[in-house]
């Protein structure tokens, strides 16, 4: 803390990217790009290993926990999800992993990672999904495969027809009211799983640093910094989850929603 000029420099600081600026009203936010990629990889590379090393007979802890995640996650895709596409369990396993993997950050102490982001970057925020570009960027995919899945299953037509006549009738006079409904719906599923994620992971990541705050008090503070610290990572790994496992069901009643025939 002694090198922040006051607690507003403190929170200020953290919760700064790392831009590089590509024109005039274009920033790059770099640490959001390579933290997702490096966690992305990690991931599935993970995966990658435990695919490659699976074996018929007993399990080792490892393979056995994913065993079990995967398999609870198809059985809440076959409870939502009743269309033909066999991809819909696949796509929610990989964003249910990528959004926890990436929530999961906001579980190491704050002060010892920046410690060795400030090596090589005066800003650097590790968790993505406290980031609204990451959000919105997830959110749009999700959206763009709710479009192709509708196209899929009903036909570039059959979507065109649904967009201008649905839900009032097929009279051309509410084609105009019908478009702008099927567009508000489209617009909000996107804006609901990118703000719900992001403002949850930001609002835990501002406790947080109001947490280590009390790093500055001295000793005592920072015993009790480690003590809440501790108490609420604890509680915040019930929020990691929990808001990985909301985003991928949202995408499962979405992608389930496109495939239904009005």
């Known amino acids: 803390m002694a090198s922040y000029k006051d607690p507003t420099d403190y929170i200020t600081h953290h919760l700064t990217n790392l831009q590089v600026k ?15 990629f490096l966690l992305g990889c990690l991931t599935f590379g993970i995966l990658w290993l435990v695919a490659r090393r699976m074996t ?3 399990p080792g802890r490892l393979q056995a926990a994913i065993e079990l995640l995967i398999e609870f996650i198809n059985g809440q895709v076959k409870e939502v999800y009743h269309g033909k596409s066999t991809l819909v369990t696949p796509i929610a396993i990989t964003v249910f992993m990528w959004v926890l993997v990436m929530n999961s950050v906001k579980l190491i102490p704050i002060e010892p990672l920046a410690w060795v982001t400030h090596l090589f970057a005066p800003y650097w925020r590790p968790v993505p999904t406290t980031d609204l570009n990451t959000t919105a960027a997830l959110s749009l995919s999700v959206i763009m495969l709710v479009v192709v899945f509708s196209i899929r299953a009903k036909g570039i037509g059959g979507y065109i027809h649904e967009l201008f006549c649905t839900p009032f009738g ?14 508000i719906e489209l617009i909000s599923k996107p804006l609901s799983l990118a703000l719900r994620l992001y403002g949850n992971m930001f609002a835990g990541e501002v406790i947080f640093l109001l947490i280590g705050m009390l790093g500055a008090v001295g000793v005592g503070g920072v015993l009790v910094a480690g003590l809440l610290h501790a108490g609420w990572a604890i509680f915040h790994i019930l929020v990691v989850a929990l ?9 499962v009643v979405y992608l389930s929603m496109a495939e239904e025939h009005h």
């Open 56 to 58: 018929s007979g007993v």
């Open 243 to 251: 808001q990985a496992f909301i985003f991928m069901m949202l995408t």
């Open 170 to 183: 097929a009279n051309p006079l509410l084609w105009p009211f019908n478009f702008a409904f099927q567009l």
């Open 22 to 36: 590509v024109s005039d009203g274009w920033m790059i936010n770099v640490d959001t790009i390579v933290n997702s």
